[in-house]
């Protein structure tokens, strides 16, 4: 099974894909070692902060269990409405404990290792590209200094009020 990883730091969120069994049984709020992960995050610790499910369904970490629960929820997590005053909702989480049929797992860098992540993850730190029409439209621009295109529209809009004086005389 795969999992999709994402790690965030304090500057960039970085994403890779996981395979095998090496996080199950792990829970929300644990702190793993890096070498568990990756040999690369050798000195690393990481916190697991959340999950989500094959369905979409977050991981709650007070639940100990990785299977599908309902709960009577008030505000707070996994509630997105707070009106009206009082509403309860019965919805569907999943537990806090890693199993198969997670998806997605967020984490976060505790202590940082001997490898930057930059290294780590080369093929995300490259700036992004642009889409060539809006380089085209950048150039075009860059040619045409900003000063001449404020004249040539103070022209055009002088010429009609010069018109309009000499017809009123």
Do not use: C
């Not at 792990?26 to 690393?44: C, H, M, N, S, V």
């Not at 709960?71 to 707070?82: E, H, I, P, V």
């Not at 993850?121 to 060539?132: L, R």
């Not at 040539?152 to 010429?159: D, G, M, N, T």
């Amino acid at each position: 099974m795969a999992f999709k990883l994402n790690i965030s730091d304090k500057e960039k969120a970085w994403r890779m894909e996981l395979e095998g069994e090496a996080l199950f049984g792990k829970k929300i709020g644990e702190k793993i070692e890096g070498k568990e992960i990756k040999p690369e995050f050798d000195g690393y610790e990481i916190e697991i902060t959340g999950t989500s499910d094959k369905a979409g369904f977050p991981g709650h970490k007070d639940i100990d269990s990785p299977t599908l629960t309902k709960r009577l929820l008030t505000r707070g997590f996994g509630m997105k409405t707070a009106e009206p005053h009082g509403l309860r909702l019965r919805k569907t989480l999943r537990g806090g404990i890693i199993s198969e049929d997670i998806i997605q797992i967020n984490m976060k860098v505790l202590k940082h290792g001997h490898k930057k992540l930059q290294e780590i993850f080369p093929e995300q730190n490259k700036p992004k590209e642009q889409p060539v029409e809006e380089v085209k439209k950048e150039e075009a621009k860059a040619e045409k200094p900003k000063e001449k295109q404020k004249t040539e529209v103070a022209e055009k809009e002088e010429k009609p009020r010069e018109e309009k004086k000499k017809e009123g005389k």
